[in-house]
T-cell receptor
Framework: GDSVTQMEGPVTLSEEAFLTINCTYTATGYPSLFWYVQYPGEGLQLLLKATKADDKGSNKGFEATYRKETTSFHLEKGSVQVSDSAVYFCALHGSSNTGKLIFGQGTTLQVKP | EAGVAQSPRYKIIEKRQSVAFWCNPISGHATLYWYQQILGQGPKLLIQFQNNGVVDDSQLPKDRFSAERLKGVDSTLKIQPAKLEDSAVYLC????????????FGQGTRLTVV
């Protein structure tokens, strides 16, 4: 069945460092891909998405490109801030309107000043 | 617009007791999800509804968990009897019936089974 695998955390960076969080997926057909973020004490919220191969999703300085050839959707940011400290989840929605929405295990990011 | 509402926010019960969680999705959202999130893990899909029909419940422990979505709007998730390993945050989410749209999440219910 469909699945999502993320790099294990926690990831600890200094402010202004470059961030990459790896995400790979297994799915039949053409899923939509998402990154969700959970800030401390808050609920899950969408960070960005891409719905077809080679699409790039972007928001708040974060980017991720849907790579079908490598079945990947890695999250990147050029310069992280302390306020980016959160748990990041990669997710996929199966390739139909009734497909399942499934999540990776999450990666905790800690940014130190 | 109003978000996804869940109640209660917190619940502590003894093992073998029963518990129910309630979710009110965003108006107009046909798809409703229930997830179990154990501390340090990603959300695990328990059941997915399309209107009031079940799309997927393959990971729902049906010997103790049940869920319903009456009239295609509100939903309840019940656990009977609870086990210690059911301690987790139970998340409800909803979305439009389209593959490429985001799901909106409620704040969740934190269940502690003692």
């Amino acid at each position: 069945g469909d699945s999502v695998t993320q790099m294990e955390g926690p990831v600890t960076l200094s402010e202004e460092a470059f961030l990459t969080i790896n995400c790979t997926y297994t799915a039949t057909g053409y899923p939509s891909l998402f990154w969700y973020v959970q800030y401390p004490g808050e609920g899950l919220q969408l960070l960005l998405k891409a719905t077809k191969a080679d699409d790039k999703g972007s928001n708040k300085g974060f980017e991720a490109t849907y790579r079908k050839e490598t079945t990947s959707f890695h999250l990147e940011k050029g310069s992280v801030q302390v306020s980016d400290s959160a748990v990041y989840f990669c997710a996929l929605h199966g390739s139909s309107n009734t497909g399942k929405l499934i999540f990776g295990q999450g990666t905790t990011l800690q940014v130190k000043p | 617009e109003a978000g996804v509402a869940q109640s209660p926010r917190y619940k502590i019960i003894e093992k073998r007791q029963s518990v129910a969680f309630w979710c009110n999705p965003i108006s107009g959202h046909a798809t409703l999800y229930w997830y179990q999130q154990i501390l340090g893990q990603g959300p695990k899909l328990l059941i997915q509804f399309q209107n009031n029909g079940v799309v997927d419940d393959s990971q729902l422990p049906k010997d103790r968990f049940s869920a319903e979505r009456l009239k295609g709007v509100d939903s309840t998730l019940k656990i009977q009897p609870a086990k210690l390993e059911d301690s987790a945050v139970y998340l409800c989410a909803s979305s439009f019936l389209r593959q490429n749209t985001e799901a909106f999440f409620g704040q969740g219910t934190r269940l502690t089974v003692v």
